[in-house]
């Protein structure tokens, strides 16, 4: 009994230590060769070996017979990312049949290194572990002392795996370049660079490209187009507009052509400084090569030269971009027509690009639209606005008040009041309701024909229709009474304005006593407004109290010569 017990106790140690042991196989055969440690290999080649030679010991009785179901019930539930758990079938103490265990791909992996590159494994963790760290002296005399064999495999590993500082990884490839016999390929630069740039430090950024431009003096070759968009990428990033054009400013000198993303990631870096002149000056190369990037890049580019007042360059670039079929984001092309109607001179260039919105993209065009009738108007160009106005109501997007009450203004200020009305009238046909500011603008363009019944009688309109009107309403009749000298119905107007809930302010009062003083030399009706707005609580500016004291001191200066006069 106490030998059945021992037996048994000794075969469960037995496939603990077999379970714990393949597990253990079964990460390591996940990992790259250069991390596959041949000493673990050993101690399974060793276990099995004592088991496969020695089949009627005693501790080995009960598994060696039940080796199949034992493995089978130990290896339930474990994942293995599409590799079967190897079997002990078969299995001799020789270490080369332990290959069975490393997957296809990492098996061809692990000879090709060792065939190719011959790489040390021990020197190789050495070199991670120097770089891995911050080294007090000299990093240099550290890899001297390690007797390196340094060849493009080895040097390329380095500088992919992760986790080491940049500055430790640039001066590694410095002490490299140094090495006789070691010649820089296209692939050591790509990899050095990828790696720098994708940790964004300005002192590393810097470093890498003195690197860069030593090596591409000397070698030109080796250096592609990716390898200096990445460097514009990163100075893009860093906010360094000026380095970026270094780097632009180079491709002649190292033999490489501009493709799409380097001029703009070039675009990108200047625009982002604010230093829109060269990022134009790098543009037209672009569109002389018509090397333009994808839609969504283009919008940006777009975006970026209407933000920097550019907005008639930005619509050169619309018009390539048309030309080639690119879809733009319909944001930058709302940003595009907004900036071109800033200006009178560029307006009509934005109508133009009006007529690229069609289907869905129109119907939610309100904004654009909105503001080429604004641009169109303020040039008194009223008539077209009107024509697109109408086009708006035929073929969308449906015009709302804005849009209306822009003409309506337009036609006010240049006194055509009848079509100032037509344009009321299909409004309302529409169902809109005239605004306060609609009514406004009307009563302005009759005030400034002089036309005053017409603009109360607009007034009496506005009353029935909103039960509370602005200021600026007042504002503009009270300005049209002192126009033609009738102070008594603008004194009128301003007392009435409190019974409508409108409060004067500032405006009306100085346009009041200015005209009194001015026009009418009535200083005794300026100095009671003065008084009336101090309890109001309103401020006075200096020039008008000014002009009430002088008014007042000429009137007595007239009164004591015409005494004078009198009494000789």
């Known amino acids: 009994m106490w030998r059945s017990i021992a037996a048994r106790s000794r075969q469960v140690v037995a496939r603990e230590f077999c379970a714990t042991q393949m597990n253990q196989v079964l990460s390591e055969t996940r990992k790259p060769f250069h991390y596959f440690p041949k000493t673990s290999l050993s101690r399974i080649h060793l276990f099995v070996s004592h088991f496969s030679t020695n089949p009627s010991d005693d501790s080995s009785l009960d598994f060696a017979e039940n080796g199949d179901s034992q493995l089978d019930s130990f290896a339930v539930g474990i994942e293995t990312n599409a590799m079967e758990v190897p079997s002990f079938e078969g299995f001799v103490g020789d270490e080369t049949q332990m290959e069975s265990f490393v997957p296809g791909d990492a098996k061809n992996d692990m000879e090709e290194e060792t065939q190719v590159y011959g790489i040390d494994g021990n020197k190789f963790e050495n070199v991670l572990s120097l770089l891995q760290s911050r080294v007090d002296g000299s990093l240099e005399s550290s890899l001297d002392a390690m007797a390196l064999d340094l060849h493009e495999g080895f040097v390329v590993k ?35 660079v990828k790696v720098i740039c994708s940790d964004i430090r300005k002192k590393n950024g810097y470093d890498l490209w003195d690197l860069v431009k030593e090596f591409g003096e000397k070698e030109n070759e080796v250096l592609t187009v990716d390898v200096l968009n990445e460097l514009i990428a990163l100075f893009s990033n860093l906010g360094k507009g000026k380095a970026a054009m270094e780097v632009f400013d180079k491709f002649g000198d190292f033999r490489c052509v501009p493709n799409k993303e380097t001029y703009y990631f ?7 400084r604010s230093i829109y002149d060269w990022a134009w000056s790098v543009c037209e190369k672009m569109l002389d090569t018509e090397s333009l990037p994808d839609g969504e890049q283009v919008g940006k580019i777009i975006s970026w030269f209407c933000k920097g007042g550019k907005a008639k360059d930005a619509h050169t670039v619309y018009l390539l971009a048309e030309e080639k079929n690119k879809q733009l984001p319909w944001s930058s092309v709302n940003f595009l027509i907004s900036s071109l109607c800033k200006k009178d001179e560029t307006v009509k260039l934005a109508l133009e690009v009006l007529d690229g919105f069609s289907g869905e993209a129109r119907k939610y065009a309100i904004k654009p639209f909105s503001s080429v009738v604004r641009g169109l108007c303020r040039m008194k160009n009223v008539d077209e606005a009107k024509t697109l106005l109408l086009k708006m109501i ?20 240049a006194g055509d009041m009848d079509k100032a009305k037509e344009m009321i009238k299909l409004m309302e046909d529409r169902g809109l309701k005239p605004d306060v500011y609609t009514f406004t603008v009307l009563m302005s363009g009759y005030a400034n024909g002089g036309q005053m019944d017409q603009a109360c009688e607009v007034l009496s309109e506005a009353k029935e229709k909103h039960t509370k009107l602005s200021p600026v309403t007042y504002h503009t009749l009270i300005r049209g009474y002192c126009k033609i000298e009738e102070f008594d119905k603008a004194l009128k107007l301003l007392a009435k304005m409190k019974d409508f809930g409108v409060q004067p302010n500032v405006d009306e009062y ?6 009194l003083c001015l026009k009418a030399l009535d200083w005794q009706t300026a100095e009671k407004l003065l008084d009336e707005m101090k309890e109001n609580g309103l401020y006075c500016h200096g020039i008008t109290r000014g002009l009430i004291k002088a008014v007042k001191e000429l009137e007595a200066e007239g009164v004591d010569s015409r005494e004078a006069t009198t009494e000789v």
């Open 394 to 413: 035929a073929q969308g997007p449906p015009p709302g008040n804005a849009v209306f009450n822009s003409v309506i203004n337009g036609y006010s200020k």
């Open 158 to 192: 380095v500088l992919q795996t992760p986790f080491i500082l940049g500055e430790n990884l640039i001066r590694f490839f410095k002490w490299v370049m140094k090495k006789p016999g070691f010649k820089v390929t296209t692939s050591v630069v790509d990899s050095l």
């Open 510 to 515: 100085n346009k009041l006593i200015q005209s």
């Open 266 to 272: 070039t675009i990108e870096a200047l625009c982002r």
